[in-house]
Each structure stands twice: as structure tokens, then as C-alpha cells.
């Protein structure tokens, strides 16, 4: 157990999963899996095949066992950072992005049902504030410390506007450095773009990991 006060969910130590292949084919389908699209995201377009995926998915999504993966953010407030959890419920699963605080890494806020693929919680990043908590120091505890692992798994909580030059280049070399092919990245990130767009107004009480809001 490492994350406390999340109800009686059994939470595990999520984050050496993340340089797993297959890794970032199921957590970021899920995103891409909203809404309709003229053509279907694949698990290679993120880097490992379907096959690596079909695997880390049996791991990912256990019902005996929820992954965590844990953003600490220097200077949150209160201290701690970002807890990406696995919430594997039968018949309501979905990932949820959570502030953490303390150095016990205790996640505040209530669980909220109804989580989708794409993820749900209690945190909304604007761009500026996705690239400050991806690019910062980290905090110096536990948890994900890799720029390009944090900002992919955090890119869910974008919310807001931002330069499409600027955000494509930023995924696509994300996508690149975690393994994605360069043949299919350019793709990769203007699905998960354009998904993000579909949902980017702030929604009434979002909450930021670096101001505590």
C-alpha cells in the first residue's frame, strides 16, 4: 500500500511499469478512445506492439492490484504533487489524477465515480502549468522523475488553450524520447491533440497541483 486515504482500493507502487513496452499504447488510448475519429489510434503508434500492450493491460488494470504513479511537484501546495491511480473497480474503472500531500503521499479529495479512459479527478493542468510540473525539479522524493514519463502521463489533465506549433512539437518529441516510432508520431500526437481540444475549457473548480486552488 503506498497511497493512503484513497478508500479501500488496493494501491501499489505503479511507476517501474511506466518503461515497460506497451506502457504508454494503454495509458494514452484511452484518451484517444473519446469521441469519433476518421481513424483509430493503435498501440504501436506510442511505441511496443499490441501484443505489448494485451500484456500490460492484464498488469495495469488488476483488480487485486491498483498501479500508482506518483508526481511529486516541488513546491506544491500543500506538498506533495500529482498521484495518477488506477482505480480498477469492477464496472467502474478509470484513471484518476489526484493531488497528493505530505510526505506520506496521502491523496486528498474524495474518489469520485464514473472515471473514463481518458482519465477524471480532481486536477486540471493548463499548458503552462503542464510543462512547469513535467520540466521541474521534482521535489526530490519518490515517484516519476523522467521530464518527457511526466508529461505524458499528466497530458489528461490538460486543460485551457495553447499554441498548436508549440503543444504538437512538445508531444511528439515526449513520444519520441519514450520509445514511440518516428514513422507514426506525428499522427500519435495530432490524435492525442485533438482529442485534448474537444475538452479544453477549464471546467468550474479545477484545481491546480502548484497553486492548491
Do not use: Q
Not at 506497451?22 to 484511452?30: I, T, V
Not at 510526505?103 to 503542464?130: I, K, N, P, Y
Not at 511528439?172 to 519514450?178: D, E, K, Q, S, T
Amino acid at each position: 500500500m503506498v497511497i493512503t486515504g484513497y478508500g479501500d482500493g488496493p494501491t501499489v507502487v505503479g511507476e517501474a511499469l511506466v518503461g515497460r513496452a506497451g506502457f504508454w499504447g494503454c495509458h494514452l488510448l484511452g484518451l484517444c478512445a473519446e469521441g469519433a475519429c476518421d481513424e483509430r489510434a493503435e498501440p504501436a503508434w506510442f511505441g511496443g506492439d499490441g501484443a505489448d500492450a494485451d500484456a500490460l493491460a492484464e498488469v495495469l488494470f488488476d483488480p487485486e492490484r491498483w498501479p500508482v504513479f506518483r508526481v511529486p511537484v516541488e513546491g506544491a501546495a500543500p506538498a506533495g504533487g500529482v498521484a495518477v491511480v488506477y482505480r480498477n473497480l469492477d464496472g467502474d474503472g478509470g484513471v484518476e489524477y489526484r493531488r497528493t500531500g505530505g510526505v506520506t503521499g496521502a491523496v486528498t479529495g474524495a474518489v469520485t465515480g464514473g472515471a473514463t479512459g481518458g482519465g477524471t479527478g480532481d486536477v486540471r493542468l493548463s499548458w503552462g502549468e503542464l510543462a512547469a510540473v513535467a520540466d521541474g525539479p521534482g521535489g526530490g522524493g519518490d515517484g516519476v522523475s523522467d521530464r518527457d514519463e511526466r508529461f505524458l502521463l499528466l497530458l489528461p489533465c490538460l486543460r485551457g488553450t495553447w499554441e498548436e506549433a508549440v503543444a504538437r512539437e512538445r508531444v511528439v518529441a515526449a513520444l519520441v524520447a519514450v520509445g514511440a516510432p518516428e514513422d507514426t508520431v506525428e499522427r500519435a500526437a495530432g490524435h492525442l491533440l485533438g482529442h485534448l481540444e474537444r475538452r479544453a475549457v477549464h471546467e468550474p473548480g479545477w484545481k491546480s497541483p502548484l497553486s492548491g486552488r
